[in-house]
Every structure is written in C-alpha cells, then in structure tokens.
C-alpha cells in the first residue's frame, strides 16, 4: 500500500508546479479494505513544525512551494507519512486502527511478558529461540523454569515435559491454535516440531480459554510458525554436534500478489550414529532419522476475509537399544540382544477460514477445522506396540466485539478420536476406542481501560464415552497502578487417558503390565492460581524490569494412576482413589543493568502428591522438586555478536521404589547444568557456536539390568528366570531417567536468510 | 640495569601507542553522529527485515528501530556515509524515510 502511495506521489510529482494549492484527505483503512474520511485528523508538515487539521470531510488544504513530509495523525490510529514534492496537487494518507491489527506490536529480545494480558504468558520468541541450539520444540525451553524437559526412558530418546509438577499430557498443545500433538502422536510430538520453524512459543500456566476445548489442565502451549507473510523468500540452517545430532532446515515464503501467499518448510535430522558414553552396553540416545515437511498458505480477500490452509507430512524412525542391535536384529534371546525400533509417520491437514460480519470487523465468524492422521510402530525387546489414530476436529467461533468494554464469543465444537491400539503381535492385546465428542461455549471479556480485564466462560461437552463434562473457566488481570500487575485464574479441565503413549517408559521395562478391565480412562482436575507481578524503575532505559510471584494449586477428582511400585514385576494402572495434587511456586526477575545486558532469574518450587494403592498419599514419583535458572545475555551494538550464558539447577525426585532400593538412594541428586552460546552475524548469516552440559554430568546408572534385559522377564512367554545374583532382584528397566545421558556437548551451526 | 632500560622503553612505547590509538579515537569521536529517520515501518516483520539488513551499511555503528514512533535511529561515521545515504538504504529495503531534525525532537 505505501509502495503504490510512494508512487503516485512520485507521479504527482511530475506534473509541472504550476498550482500551489495542495489538498490532502485522511481516511480510516478498514480492516475489511474499504475507507471512510478521517475528520479532525491532524497533519503535522515537519518542515514548518506546523500542526494542520483536517476538516468535517477529512479534508485539508496548504500552500505548498518546497518539498514537504505530511504526517497524519489521530488517536487510536496508526501514523501515515507521506513526501509531498512542489507542485503536487493531492494526497490521501490511510490510517488503520492500532488495535485491528492481529498481531501484538511487541518486539522483544527473548522470553518477555506481556503486560496487557489477562493470562500470564510467556512468550519465547524467534530471538529467545535462536539462544539455544534448540533442534526441536523439545529443546527450546532451556531457559524456562515453569517448564521442565526430560526424557520418558533411557531408551526412545522421547522427551516430555513438565508443567506445573505434572506431565505435558496435561498441557494442551496448540498450532496457532490448532490442539495438535494428541493421542499417539503425542510422545514425540515436542520432538517433531522443527525449532527453526517456529516464530514464537506462548507459554500459559493454568486451564485458559474454553475456546478449544476441555484438555488445557496445567496449561497450554501455542506455537506460530514462520508466516507465508514473511519477507524471506530463502531461510536455510545447519546444524551439527558433538553427540553426531544434525540437521538441515530449509523455508521458503513466497507472496504471489496481495491475496495469496505461501510458505513451505522442510527438516531433515536426526542423530548419525550410536554412543554409549556410560557403557552400559546401550545406545544412550537413539540412531535416528526424521523427515519432515510443512506447507502453508494464506489467502486475503480485500472483504477482510481470511482463509489459512496447509498440510504436514512426517517421517521418522529410530533405532535403540542395546550397541549390539541393529534394524534387522533387534531381538535376539541367545545371544542376548535387546534392541527398540519405533517408527512414526503421520499426515497432517487443515483449514481455517475467518469472515467478517461487520465492515468495522467488530463481528466476525471463523471456522477452524483439521485432520491428523498417525500410525506408531513400535518394538522393544520383547514387546510390541502398535497404533494408528484417526483424528477430525471443527471449530465454529462467533465473536463480536460489542464495545470498548464487552465482547462475546461462542461456538461449538466436534473432535472425533479413532484410536487403534494394542501391544502383543497383531494388536493381541486390544485397546482400541472410539471417541466423539461435541461441545458448545461461551465466552464473555470485559475490559476497562488498560487497568482491568475479566474472561469468564463455560464449555459443555457431550462425550460418547463419558457422557456430560462440564467446564467453567475464569481469568482476570488488575492493574491498580503502572508497577503492578495482578492476576488470578480457575477452572476445570478434562482429558481422555493415552495409558501407553502418555507413559512410553512403560515400554522399556521387562514388567508386565497390568491393566483392569473397567479402567475409567477419563481425567478431570480443576486448576487455579494466582501471579502478582511488579514492574520496578531501575534498569537501562526502555526497558522492563520486573519481579513476579506465581502460585498454582492443581487437584484431580479422577486421574488414571501409574503405579511401578506396588509390584516389582509390573507396572499397574488404576483410577485414582484419594488425593492427587501439585502446589507450584515460582518467583521470576528480569533486568537489563546495561543496554543490550539481560539477566534473568527465575526459581520454581513443587509439591506433587499423588495417592497410590497401598501407600497412601506419597511425592510424586520423577517430578523435579525445584529448578532454578539464571541467564544472562549480552549484545553488542545491532547484536553483530550475542553472548548467552544460561546456568541451570536441577532439584531432586523421588526415586521409584525398586529403582531406589537398586541404586540405594531415595530421591536423585541436585545437579546444575551450564549452557553457553556465541552468535555472530552477518549480513545474511548467522554463524552460531555453542556447549550445553558445559560441566558434562551425567546419570551414570540410568538402566536397570542392563546386563540382563531379557533376565526376569514376564511379559512374551508368561514365565521368568531369577538370573541377578545381586540380594535386589533387578529387573530391566530404562524409565527412570532423572539427569542427562549425554554428556558435553559441543554444536556449530549456521543460519542464512535471503530478503525480498 | 639493561632490564631497567628494556621494561622502560617498553613503557614507553605502549603508552605511545596507547596516545596514538587514543588520538584516533578521538578523531572517530568527532565523526561519529546521529540521527532519526521518520519511516513508514508498521510491521513486526518490517522491524525483522530492518534489523537484519540496515547495521550492514557501510558507516552505521548503531541503529534502533521504534514501531511506535515509527523511526529509526543511527549512529553513524560520518567520514564513511552521509544522511542521505543512510535515508536511500532504509527507501531500498522499501520504507520511506525522512529526517526528524534534532530541533522538532526538543520540541516533542
């Protein structure tokens, strides 16, 4: 738009200086693309420091005999400049409304906190992302103390995380607000999201909206992408490491006129070959090969109608285990080989179309809809597990923005799960389901100013395995004064249990498992909490600093419990009866003592409780007691070099049972990791060098038996030998990862982006 | 005694040195100028593609781009670039730009 005002005003330019007179008429760019004059507009004509008004019709007029820069301003409104030559004869000047546009004007370094929202989020953003190595979503919270990333078993390479005490099952996973990663493709979901596609990464504590859906528990997580609006017709990075991690990614944006425009990405990664660092006969991670490609579009219409589709293919297979299996011989009871061959494959589609009710776009109607489809092979040892999940989702939204103070929204939604399922050959042993669920909400937000904000809604569903859920959710943000923030949320959540792809550790053990017949796979918890957060005045110019305190409280009335230590032999699974909860603490401080000079700490505390048979109500085995990190970052003029550091703290767990006996220690020990990155860029190029476990620590011990997988061995043949000589009998088993496998480790890699 | 004369010529030569880079860096001082461009930058990814492609002018030592006021700041070394240079690379990377002269920034 500025480039054809450029233009005309350039070809007005032309015209010989004959008349002297200028007009000029201001007008209102809806967000639907039509115009309306902008009475009482100011002008200011910079060369004469002199402020102009326009009229009743938007309209102004001025004497013009040199080269004169016209701003045209109102409150409310973005500004319009436009370079008047001699002789010109008109100009018009568009003003688009500040708050029409979609995405917030924030510019940030790296993990910030926006302050006009009625959630704490946290936002990582593309800057925050390039910090760390960050290979996949998985790796992108280093710096996050809310968040914890571990891995599920010593053997997939699978890594989960943590929000809250519990784990990400319970955080819900949003594509641009697209619930992805569900089901069976949720355990190496956050593996399976490129960091280098994505632009940022919103972090919410607590249930959120009721908009989609009912599985934010802890919390949830939004990614966004790189957008087909970017300029960058060219984005390529390598990356390479120390542990034989590399990969390639490659995106392109491309604008075919002002309507359509597209991006494309592709990921090649993976880890090249096997290591056992801590010989114990086993890989420590995976061999590992993933391919990956998305393909996104947009189309605006000059109504204001928008319309977003895409697709997504994956491809992945790992191969672990013991150093002597390989992908044709990964079971082998003779010669005693015990290997782990997982592949996923999925496809991805969906739609998304928003149209404006009203020129002004106060009220609009979206539909988002999307189709996943996934098949999970896996083989450990001895056990198979095999899925293959269908998912639909639609979303219809109303939203009208009535005025400054009230907006409504409401709508329903469908999910349909199919998910088939089993482990033993051929889907032996069968845990298949089909799941509809249909759903109505309502949303109402009241703002007042900038100083207060209320969102209260309710979602009812109608589940054809668990009949009526109901959900209410409310969040509010106060703001008594400019240095403080207060904040409080509530609300229900609920999810349908993935008993084996939520607890995939469960695989790379040789218990057997047992499940009742009549297992209520339905978990339901409210969540509240609180965060108060100070915005203090020192500090390097432009900058925030701040102070925050956050509580969440999180109570389940019905969880699906996954118990290893009732049975030395197997692991069961029972409806909670009792108390489950977490109580979350966390304190958070930025500040920037020098321009370009960020040091942020934050320091997270949990109480997980969870109830088990026999026991009563005990810690929550493998949950972190506390992290703490520190992280520091130091730009020089115009970031040509960014210096990252980023030290870690690392609480205790509780050690399972058996795993505690074996190893003699009842909670894990306090470790600190340390990371370090440099980045220098140059024109185009970004040339990144970087250590993470800079102290190299390491969990020694992390398999149980791993000189005997198959010793002791229910599950295949329903028999067992006592093989250990040890007074412990050990039984193989991976899942109790409590540190890191890898050791140091030391990356190199490369970012170059192409322009338009 | 040899010693003595070695570390003092030394000395001597360092703080030279040091006197000679210090001159120079004065004479840097006094080209090194600023000055503020009012722009039409009005997106994020606008920002993005400024920052990305502006500090590798040849003469800008520092710049800053504010989307609220819509501006962009340089420090530059004005034996290397000039005003209007630095106003052709940002109407290159298709924004306009002119000049906020330092008096009308009092002003505000």
Known sequence: ?756 | MKRFLFLTLTLLLMAGTAAFAQDKKQKKQADIQEVTFVTTIDCKNCVKKVEANLPYEKGIKDMKVNLDDQTVWIKYDASKTDKEKLAAAIVKLGYEAEEVKPAEEEKK
């Not at chain 1, 569900?182 to 593996?191: E, K």
């Not at chain 1, 040091?599 to 929550?620: C, H, M, P, Q, S």
């Not at chain 1, 043949?717 to 088993?733: E, N």
């Open chain 1, 1 to 756: 738009m500025k480039r054809i005002l450029t233009f005309i005003t350039l070809c007005l330019s032309l015209v010989p200086a004959l008349a002297q007179n200028f007009h000029g008429y201001v007008y209102y760019q809806k967000p639907n693309g039509g115009t309306e004059p902008l009475p009482f507009a100011q002008v200011y004509h910079m060369e004469h420091e002199k402020l102009i008004e326009t009229d009743a019709n938007g309209e102004f007029t001025l004497k013009l005999n040199a080269r004169a820069t016209l701003i045209a301003t109102y409150v409310g409104y973005t500004r319009d400049t436009v370079v008047v030559e001699p002789g010109t004869a008109e100009a018009r000047f568009y003003l688009t409304g500040e708050n029409d546009l979609d995405e917030s004007k924030v510019v940030a370094q790296q993990s910030t906190m926006p302050k006009l929202k009625s959630i704490k989020t946290e936002v990582i953003t593309a800057a925050g992302l390039c910090k760390m190595a960050c290979c996949a979503l998985a790796e992108s919270f280093e710096n996050s103390a809310s968040v914890t990333v571990g891995f599920s078993d010593a053997v997939t390479g699978a890594r989960q995380i943590k929000l809250l005490g519990l784990s990400g099952t319970y955080t819900q996973m949003l594509d641009e607000n697209r619930p992805v990663m569900r089901g069976i493709a949720s355990p190496f979901g956050m593996s399976f999201v490129p960091g280098q596609w994505l632009e940022s990464i919103q972090i919410a504590k607590g249930p959120s909206s009721v908009i989609n859906g009912l599985e934010a528990i802890t919390g949830q997580i939004n990614m966004e992408h790189r957008k087909p609006t970017d300029e960058t017709p060219l984005f390529v990075q390598l990356y390479g490491s120390s542990d034989a991690m590399f990969e390639a990614n490659i995106a392109s944006a491309i604008q075919f006129n002002e309507k359509w425009s597209m991006i494309n990405m592709a990921h090649v990664g993976g880890t090249a070959y096997k290591m056992d660092h801590n010989q114990d006969g086993f890989r420590d991670e995976p061999e590992d090969l993933q391919l990956n490609f998305t393909s996104r579009w947009l189309y605006y219409a000059p109504s204001g109608m928008q319309i977003r589709f895409g697709g997504r293919f994956l491809n992945d297979d790992r191969l672990g285990g013991q150093m002597s299996a390989t992908k044709d011989n990964t079971y082998n009871l003779q010669n005693n080989i015990w290997g782990s061959k997982i592949r996923n494959r999925g496809v991805n589609g969906y739609f998304k179309i928003g149209v404006p009710l009203a020129e002004d776009n106060h009220a609009n109607i979206a539909l988002v809809t999307d189709f996943n489809h996934h098949e999970f092979n896996s083989f450990f040892g001895l056990k198979n597990y095999d899925a293959r999940q269908n998912s639909a989702f639609a979303n219809l939204i109303y939203q009208n923005e009535i005025n400054e103070f009230h907006k409504v929204e409401f709508g329903a939604t469908w999910q349909y799960d199919d998910i088939r399922q089993g482990y033993g050959h051929d889907y032996l042993t069968d845990f298949s389901r089909k799941e509809h669920a249909i759903s109505g909400f309502g949303e109402y937000t009241y703002t007042w100013e900038e100083a207060l904000t209320f969102v209260g809604g309710v979602n009812l569903e109608y589940n054809t395995l668990h009949g009526w859920l109901f959900a209410p959710r409310a969040n509010v943000r106060w703001a008594p004064a400019d240095w403080v923030t207060l904040r409080a949320l509530g609300g229900r959540g609920y999810r349908t249990a993935n008993i084996f792809t939520d607890n995939l550790g469960i695989f790379s053990t040789g218990k057997d498992f047992v499940i009742p017949d009549k297992l209520d796979l339905l978990e339901d918890a409210w969540t509240w909490g609180g965060n108060v957060t100070f915005y203090l005045p020192f500090g390097a110019e432009d900058t925030e600093t701040y102070l925050s305190f956050d509580y969440f409280h999180n109570d389940f009335n019905k969880q699906v419990v996954v118990d290893p230590e009732r049975n030395m032999l197997a692991i069961e699974f029972y409806n909670l009866d009792g108390k489950s909860y977490t109580n979350t603490w966390q304190v958070d401080f930025s500040v920037n003592p020098l321009e370009r000079f960020n040091i942020t700490a934050t320091f997270r505390y949990t109480d997980a409780k969870v109830t088990l048979k026999d026991k009563g109500l005990v810690e929550r085995p493998m949950t972190s007691r506390y992290k703490g990190v520190l992280n520091m970052q130091y730009a020089t003029a115009m970031n040509k070099w960014t210096f990252d550091f980023t030290a870690q703290l690392n609480g205790p767990m509780r050690i399972p049972r058996y795993a505690a006996e074996v190893w003699d220690m009842e909670t894990s020990p306090v470790y600190p990791m340390l990371y370090a990155q440099i980045t220098r860029k140059f024109k185009g190029i970004d040339v990144y060098v970087g250590a993470e476990n800079i102290l190299g620590y390491r969990q020694h011990h992390a398999i149980i038996g791993a000189e005997d997988p198959f010793g002791l061995n229910f599950s295949d043949s329903g028999m067992h030998t006592m093989t250990s000589s040890s007074s412990i009998p050990q039984v193989f088993d991976a899942s109790n990862v409590w540190g890191p496998l890898m050791g140091r480790k030391i990356y190199i890699g490369l970012r170059y982006t192409l322009w338009k």
